[in-house]
């Protein structure tokens, strides 16, 4: 049986290991152009001109754009509607009199061959007029525009009573915690391929995550009636939320193939890359906390500062606001109130990453926690259990509200997963062995960190489910993959509602003319919501199908069950009928190729998974250096669709996590110019910055959205690493809480043991 | 500006292509080839996702130009499985030890393997880990790779278990 539960080997994976992946580069179309962009070099300054007559008179070049040939086409908007007072901070596709940071498009080329359009875009001139740079949140705003300062929003939410809170409080703890400048960085880089159909129709492969949301944008900015486009995503080489956001790109590249009547191809470098896609995480945040005698946590009020970077991009304002609501995490806070202050800088913008707004809100909560232990001089696990919401408190409403929907922790069972997780690492045994270590001089210590993560997020999802006579099935789905598996595990569902093999269940998804609307692949939402479709319409047809074999059988059709790709009676005996043959006799009285359902599941509720990660660090006195000896993540989701691919989903974001803690920093210098913008800058994590990772996953606490009980599990890996990395650090370094601020760089950790000592 | 021809043999078929001295050799393979089972992370030769062999040795062919490849032996991933497309057991061992998810640093991940477990001394575990360093993967966190490559060593008759630290 390889339905639901069964570590079933991918699908996806066969074609990827013979190199026979279609990734947006791997596609051509005849008579293409390569499109290169002319970014700018300065972080903040006025276009005066683009001069692109040399560039023009080298042989081979098509074109070259200016902010004068796109001014016509509008900015690009927020996926969110309703948003109209963040309108004046959107992104134009290419600079409109004025450049917000390093890497902003300002031209663009078309040329024959993509090495000449690289030389092309060498010989075009911008010329800017430098202004002063802006690139602290933390500073007073300036102006953005003469009618606009740079902080775009402020961000507040608060329930419960503050003052009261701090008034009994028999300690007030105060921090200043900051998350560092970092991002997905998918191993592929973005790309896009842009050509007229026969029918006139324009398609844009190289898409991904929400297809459907950027066909109707890029509707929108072209003029285009939404029948005359469609997006389709290919292989995609990672996602983790910045790929498959609509970009300038995307748009010049589908106006290109307008303008120019052929097709045009578009890759990006990695140089670029660094610059140009969406950044994340930086946030710095001040907290002060009320807490009682024991260490209860009575109130939390928090301000914070996001670096959002040149623009508002198709986010809106996302990242600060799940960090403002999923602050308070795992723990009761019966008060609290956040703060949000959305700056721009002249930086690269921001958008989401792998658990956003929850990696840098973790790293702040957990950081609280360690820092009330240690005023109180109690154990932090003990602090944290006496915070956690009980599990009679479930469906527990914090009261407020994220990404328009009420924050209700559906279910969960916290101290449960907590112990589960210290005995599966042996808390005390390893406490001691880390002791025994100190003891002898190395600095070595374990720290964990506690978290909520959040899934499923609506409001929809369809799908179509096409059985034919053979008894395969075709599901169409208004889902994407950025490579986690969605193929396999939506077949695995499919598996599990119609009783037939997963390997005969084929999944369509990322075309946005195999269904009409559709979601995407973002929020950790696909296996919770496409899955219940999936099982929806699955239900559907097993009752359409057994209710033709009662016919057939003349039995009751309550006494029929579909199981193992046949219909037969519950109790054994008698005759059966393959699933097949069950289809063939409904399409002999409709005709038709397949017997069809479909299905649409809303939810206007998230469904919420838990976790807890633990590390092991060890500290290089000499140098600062951090190694991490062991990561491990506990992590109840309700039920696994394919425990293999969740637990790789997890050791992926555990590495992803330990990247922002330890190495990743996307650095500036005084001026606004990118310093992080090769691989030897930008420093992810390898095979030896990677200890052992062990996973625990759990099931005791079955989501009550959906039919499945799932709950997602795309970025609870990453959550709070950054947290369980400083504690850790914190741990070898002999208890103080210090470490402030991530990536915990040498530099910046023997600034900190210097400061101690 | 003006082409070269060159030639050299991928997966053991000869190539005569005509290229501008500055192609590199990822994208002559790519291109020129129709190979587009190399991949390109970075093309500047850190992430280690175009590795080929090049006359044996694990090459990072974005810091190759094709014209340099007169004469050799290159092989890609798309030489790994049979003709009729069965796995190797290296390939197999990264399907079912989940040794990959989007797949895109897959084939400089199998290349740099395959150099491995054919090199005549048996892997160890700090080797494995030393060597697979030079190549970057953004989804796995490692720990399937390892034990994919693993597995087959084991498989092949290539791993030796490491004297305990």
Redesign the interface.
């Known amino acids: 049986m390889d339905g639901i539960g069964a570590r079933l080997?991918?699908f996806?994976?066969?074609a990827?290991?013979?190199?026979?992946?279609r990734?947006a580069?791997?596609l051509d179309r005849p008579g293409q152009l390569h499109m290169r962009v002319v970014r700018s070099s300065i972080a903040h300054g006025l276009l005066r001109g683009v001069d692109a007559s040399a560039a023009l008179a080298l042989p081979g070049v098509a074109a070259v754009w200016t902010e004068r040939d796109v001014a016509d086409i509008p900015r690009i908007g927020f996926r969110m509607m309703g948003l109209t007072h963040l309108e004046p901070y959107r992104q134009p596709i290419l600079a409109q009199d004025r450049v917000r940071y390093v890497g902003e498009p300002v031209a663009v080329v078309f040329a024959e061959d993509p090495?000449l359009a690289e030389d092309a875009e060498e010989l075009v001139l911008a010329e800017i007029e430098p202004l002063p740079v802006l690139l602290s949140a933390t500073e007073a705003p300036r102006d953005f525009s003469a009618t606009h300062g740079t902080e775009a929003a402020v961000l507040r939410k608060s329930y419960g009573d503050l003052d009261a809170a701090f008034a009994a409080a028999a300690h007030v703890v105060e921090l200043e915690l900051s998350v560092g400048r970092h991002s997905?960085?998918?191993?592929?880089?973005r790309g896009a391929l842009a050509y007229l159909d026969e029918e006139g129709v324009l398609r844009m492969l190289g898409a991904a995550k929400v297809p459907h949301a950027n066909r109707l944008a890029l509707a929108r900015m072209l003029g285009l009636d939404p029948a005359q486009i469609h997006l389709h995503e290919g292989?995609?080489?990672?996602?983790?939320g910045i790929r498959g956001e609509l970009y300038p790109e995307d748009a010049l590249a589908c106006l290109a193939t307008l303008r120019l009547g052929r097709p045009v191809k578009w890759i990006e470098?990695?140089r670029e890359h660094l610059m140009a896609a969406n950044h994340s995480r930086q946030q710095t945040h001040r907290i002060r906390a009320a807490v009682d005698a024991v260490g209860f946590v009575l109130g939390a009020d928090v301000e914070f500062f996001h670096d959002q970077g040149g623009y508002v991009r198709t986010h809106a304002v996302t990242v600060p606001d799940l960090a403002a609501a999923m602050l308070p995490g795992p723990y009761v806070f019966p008060a609290y109130r956040a703060v949000g202050h959305v700056r721009l800088t002249n930086k690269t913008p921001g958008g989401t990453y792998r658990a956003p707004g929850r990696y840098e809100s973790s790293f702040v909560r957990e950081r609280l926690m360690d820092a009330v232990a240690e005023r109180l001089g109690r154990d932090p696990v003990e602090i944290r259990r006496i915070n956690l919401i009980p599990r009679e408190a479930m469906p527990f409403d914090r009261g407020i509200d994220t990404l328009g929907t009420p924050l209700v922790y559906d279910s969960g069972d916290y101290e449960k997963l907590l112990d589960k997780t210290l005995r599966h690492v042996g808390w005390e045994a390893l406490q001691a062995r880390l002791a025994e270590r100190r003891a002898r001089g190395e600095r070595v210590g374990a720290g964990l960190a506690l978290f909520v993560e959040k899934s499923g997020l609506g409001p929809f999802d369809d799908v179509r489910i096409e059985l034919d006579r053979a008894g395969r099935a075709t599901i169409a789905t208004g889902a994407a993959s950025?490579?986690?598996?969605v193929a396999t595990a939506l077949a695995q569902v499919g598996a599990e509602a119609l009783g037939i093999p997963a390997a005969n269940i084929r999944v369509i998804h990322g075309q946005t003319d195999a269904v009409s609307r559709g979601m995407g692949a973002f929020a950790t939402r696909v296996t919770v919501m496409t899955g219940t479709a999936i099982a929806m319409a699955g239900e559907k047809l097993r009752q359409k199908l057994i209710a033709q074999v009662a016919l057939l059988l003349q039995r009751p059709a309550d006494r029929l069950e579909l199981v193992g790709g046949v219909i037969r009676a519950t109790d054994g005996s008698g005759a059966s009928v393959a699933i097949g043959d069950a289809v063939a006799a409904c399409l002999a009285e409709t005709g038709g190729d397949a017997l069809c359902e479909e299905a649409s599941f809303e939810s206007h509720h998230m469904t919420y998974p838990y976790g807890v990660h633990m590390a092991v660090a060890r500290v290089d006195v000499e140098t600062g250096g951090v190694v991490l000896e062991r990561l491990m993540a506990g992590y109840d989701m309700g039920r696994a669709v394919n425990p293999?691919?969740v637990?790789?989903?997890i050791?992926?974001?555990?590495?992803?996590g330990l990247g922002g803690a330890l190495l990743e920093e996307f650095r500036y210098d005084a001026e606004g110019q990118p310093l992080s913008i090769?691989?030897?800058d930008y420093l992810?994590?390898?095979?030896?910055?990677?200890p052992?990772?062990d996973v625990l996953l759990t099931e005791d606490a079955p989501s009550g959205i959906g039919l499945l009980g799932v709950k997602g599990a795309g970025e609870g890996?990453t959550t709070a690493v950054g947290a369980a990395i400083a504690a850790a650090v914190d741990a070898a370094l002999g208890g103080r809480v210090f470490v402030s601020k991530l990536p915990i760089s040498p530099a910046q950790l023997r600034r900190w043991m210097g400061d101690s000592a | 500006m003006n082409k070269r021809e060159v030639v050299f043999t991928v997966n053991g078929e000869t190539r005569r292509v005509l290229v501008?001295p500055?192609?590199t050799l990822a994208d002559t393979l790519?291109e020129e080839c129709g190979?587009?089972?190399?991949?390109?992370?970075?093309?500047?030769g850190?992430?280690g996702?175009c590795t080929v062999l090049v006359d044996g040795q694990p090459t990072r062919s974005c810091l190759m130009f094709g014209v340099q490849a007169e004469g050799a032996s290159i092989r890609?991933?798309?030489g790994?499985?049979a003709p009729d497309?069965t796995?190797n057991p290296l390939?197999r061992a990264?399907?079912?030890n989940?040794g990959?998810?989007?797949?895109?640093?897959?084939?400089g991940f199998?290349m740099l393997a395959t150099w491995l477990l054919e090199r005549p001394t048996p892997l160890d575990e700090e080797e494995l880990?030393?060597v697979?360093?030079?190549?970057?993967?953004?989804?796995?966190?490692?720990?399937?790779?390892?034990a994919a490559v693993r597995a087959a060593a084991r498989e092949l008759d290539r791993w030796t278990e490491s004297a305990p630290a």
């Open positions: 080997k991918r996806e994976d066969p990827l290991l013979r190199g026979e992946g990734f580069a791997d090495y997905g960085v998918p191993l592929e880089t292989h995609v080489g990672g996602g983790f470098d990695r950025v490579g986690q598996g293999m691919l637990e790789g989903q050791a992926g974001g555990l590495a992803q090769t691989l030897a992810m994590p390898t095979a030896n910055e990677t052992e990772i890996g | 501008e500055r192609r790519r190979l587009t089972g190399t991949h390109l992370g970075c093309e500047h850190v992430c996702a890609t991933v798309e790994l499985a497309g796995l390939q990264f399907w079912e989940h990959l998810q989007c797949g895109y640093c897959t084939p199998l880990r030393h697979l360093s030079s190549n970057l993967c953004r989804c796995t966190g490692y720990q399937n790779i390892l």
